[in-house]
């Protein structure tokens, strides 16, 4: 029971950490969530926004890059970054210590702002990052290695150094599924993602509201 004259703390939602490898279908799954109006926060649309053209962050990494990392149209660089963080760890740190503190304080307003029972976080690096302390849970969407590389290779095109090297960056798979709460296996079709994602909004609901 609150005090008199004390105000009650606003309800905080159940916060479900969404994560997963490269290629494992995050951004799909989270879809699946928004389909069915749970709100959702994803770390990498707040990056985004963080490094547009006149954003602080953006100044802050040409200062630590270089003005090469910039586009002619002002944008940052993303492809040609990401290229040099994934085979230089003291490069890929160094771009992570000035981007996740401000990203991680945007998920923290934004979960606050929440009225839902409960909200998704996809946070790709949520283990890497030590930021497990933000979420109540723990979804892993997970694939073997090999799936997740043939989708990449598939979607980005990217060379296969190239994703061999940033799935060496992110938590091996064993670790990752140690750490779970929840666990989708993501092998199969569109329809079948779906299914397993509404019998988890079903058991969050009944986790949040208590009914």
């Known amino acids: 029971m609150t005090s008199p004259g004390r105000i009650a703390p606003e309800p905080r939602p159940l916060v479900i950490g969404l994560t997963g490898g490269i290629g494992s279908g995050k951004s799909m799954a989270a879809g699946q969530f928004s389909r069915l109006d749970v709100p959702v926060i994803d770390a990498d649309e707040l990056a985004h926004a963080l490094v547009a053209p006149g954003e602080p962050a953006l100044d802050t990494i040409l200062d630590a890059f270089g003005a090469d990392y910039q586009r002619p149209d002002g944008q940052l660089d993303r492809d040609q970054l990401r290229q040099l963080v994934f085979t230089d760890p003291a490069c890929r740190h160094r771009l992570e210590s000035i981007l996740h503190p401000l990203i991680r304080n945007n998920i923290s307003e934004l979960i606050k702002a929440t009225r839902a029972p409960y909200t998704v976080v996809v946070i790709p690096l949520l283990l890497e990052t030590g930021q497990s302390d933000l979420v109540d849970r723990i979804l892993v969407i997970d694939a073997p290695e090999q799936t ?18 940033i799935l060496g960056s992110q938590t091996d798979r064993n670790t990752r599924l140690a750490a779970a709460d929840d666990i989708i296996i993501n092998t199969g079709t569109l329809d079948e993602l779906a299914v397993k ?15």
Not at 197 to 211: D, F, P
Request: proline share 3%.
């Open 148 to 165: 997740l590389i043939d989708r990449v290779t598939a979607r980005d095109q990217l060379p296969a150094e190239e994703i061999h090297a």
């Open 197 to 211: 994602v509404q019998a988890l909004h079903e058991k969050y609901l009944l986790m949040s509201t208590g009914n």
